[in-house]
Structure formats: C-alpha cells, structure tokens
C-alpha cells in the first residue's frame, strides 16, 4: 500500500458516496421501493497546492505504483477539528449494520454529526465512515454512534478507530492518472481514490 509524503498536505477534496442499493420503481405507476444494498463506500478527489518539481517528482512517483498498489491517505477535514478522541476501538466483535459500539474515547469527548473516522481492521485495510450522532461520551469513554455507510465487515473486538486522523485506502480510480507540467513549472496534483472494500 502506498502512502504519500506528509508535506505539501491536501488543500481540497471533493468526497463521493458510491450507493450500491437502488430505487425500485413500479411500472404501473405504483410507489417506489428503496433496496439497500451492503457495500457502500466512499470515493474522494484529492488535490494538492502547486509544488516544486522537486516536490513534485515524489508525489508523483508514488502515484504511478499506487494506480496498481493501491492508496492510503488521510482524508482532509480541511480545517473541521473533531478533537482530541483519545484511543478509540471497536467495543465489541461482529458488530454489523449502521451503529458502532466504540471504548477507549477521551471522556467527554463530543461526537458531532459529519465527523468522520476510519475504522483499521487486522491486515490493516482502512475503512472510511461518516458519523450520524451528536453526543458526548461518558465517564468510561464509551460510545454508540451512528454511521453511513453500513459497516462492509465484521471488525474484532478491539479494531482501532481513527478519528484524529481518519484514512481513506483504496485504488487511483480511472483508466488513466496524468499530470501537467506547465511553464510556471508549479505543478499542482490531484487523485481520484475509490476505496477498494
């Protein structure tokens, strides 16, 4: 798995759902039926300030492994702050669905509707998810929030959650990733990632 230099960081991301239910819809003109579908996952565009070539030429040496090697990088809050979360894991093997029980929190710590945080499962495959619930976590830093998409696989009992930094990990979406070389010689990057679980 391929990881980026840590500088120059991400200065947008354009985040995507990729839904794998759909809408069922009558032919005769009767209601629609929403059908839900496991799977669900999240795509971004990242892009990155102008850099150097020198900058530049690292970034985009990692990119082209990483078309077949696949992508992990931090997901960009772009200035969101979700806090100081303490040491968060899953509370709890073979949780499935769109809650998540979660221990090791900083008491008190206040979840906000948005957040978002990556949940590492034991080959250390990322998984991105978006958080539903506004709460504040009690004493025993416990927590059960709400989360979009459902979860895709039955984490262990003490997977850790990221939520300082969360990562999206998957493959550089497309047939193709190309860069420009303009005359200024500042060459500003972006990537389409797809997460691949």
Known sequence: MITLPSLPAPNGVNPRLID???ILRSPTGG???RLDRSGSRFGAEITFPPMKPKEAR???SRLLDAKSEGLRIEFPLIDVDQG???SPVVDGA???GKTLDIRGLTPYYGFKEGFWLSIEDASGQHYLHNC???LVTGSDGKATIDITPA???PFADGATIHLAKPMIEGFVDGNEWSWQIPVDKL???SVPIEEAA
């Open 94 to 96: 073979g949780q499935a």
């Open 31 to 33: 209601s629609s039926l």
């Open 58 to 60: 690292v970034f985009v």
């Open 20 to 22: 794998w239910g759909s």
């Open 187 to 189: 060459i500003a990057l």
């Open 132 to 134: 539903r619930s506004n």
């Open 151 to 153: 979860l895709r696989t």
């Open 84 to 86: 100081l979360p303490g």
